[in-house]
């Protein structure tokens, strides 16, 4: 069965500083790895997502994360953290079968000081 | 942008009634999915859709509930029957299928039983 480990429940980060947030998966086979932002009031965005091929991948926001698969980790980050940046991310990772179900991580809510 | 549409927003029912939560998937799309998130958890998945059919159902998924694709645009979950631990934010979401493997989340609806 697959599963998502986000170690980090709440993280604070102040206005301009380099944020990173831990995410560890299990399962079976070449995973199908996404990060989702959920503002407050708001569904998830999509961040980014990995597949196949260079293991660094960008996606918006000025985000990008890397997959490592010998520590089974697909950690987001970002150079310098905005105000607007304020939210609660989600690592999950898909099922290669045909219905792709998604498992999701339980969240780790970014505080972004003035 | 194309983006998944929810109704309504917010829905209040008592325990026992029967409520229908509807969902217009981006155009498109071929796969379509049902997720919830009960206050403070995870982001689970229900149930997943394809070719007028259930592809994949998790056991939260029982015989209360069920999906339909009544016409080419809308989507729908329905609970028969409530129970109060049935509140939560329900979230749809479709992927293009063939090869686009990311699913688009709607805004979600918060159901609320009392």
């Known amino acids: 069965a697959q599963s998502v480990t986000q170690p980090d429940i709440h993280i604070t980060v102040s206005e301009g500083a380099s944020l990173e947030l831990r995410c560890n998966y299990s399962y079976g086979a070449t995973p199908y790895l996404f990060w989702y932002v959920q503002s407050p009031g708001q569904g998830l965005q999509l961040l980014l997502k990995?597949?196949?091929?260079?293991?660094l991948v960008q996606g918006i926001k000025g985000f990008e994360a890397e997959f490592k698969r010998s520590q089974s980790s697909f950690n987001l980050r970002k150079p310098s953290v905005h105000w607007s940046d304020a939210a609660e991310y989600f690592c999950?990772?898909?099922?290669?079968?045909?219905?792709?179900?998604?498992?999701f991580g339980g969240g780790t809510r970014v505080l972004v000081k003035p | 942008e194309p983006e998944v549409t929810q109704t309504p927003s917010h829905q209040v029912t008592q325990m026992g009634q029967e409520v229908i939560l509807r969902c217009v998937p981006i155009s498109n799309h071929l796969y379509f999915y049902w997720y919830r998130q009960i206050l403070g958890q995870k982001v689970e998945f229900l149930v997943s859709?394809?070719?007028?059919?259930?592809?994949?159902k998790s056991e939260i998924f029982d015989d209360q509930f069920s999906v339909e694709r009544p016409d080419g645009s809308n989507f729908t979950l329905k609970i028969r029957s409530t129970k109060l631990e049935d509140s939560a934010m329900y979230f749809c979401a479709s992927r293009p299928g063939l090869g686009g493997w990311e699913q688009y989340f709607g805004p979600g609806t918060r159901l609320t039983v009392t």
């Open positions: 999950a990772v898909g099922a290669q079968a045909a219905g792709n179900k998604l498992t």
């Open positions: 859709f394809y070719n007028n059919e259930i592809s994949e």
């Open positions: 990995y597949f196949s091929g260079d293991t």
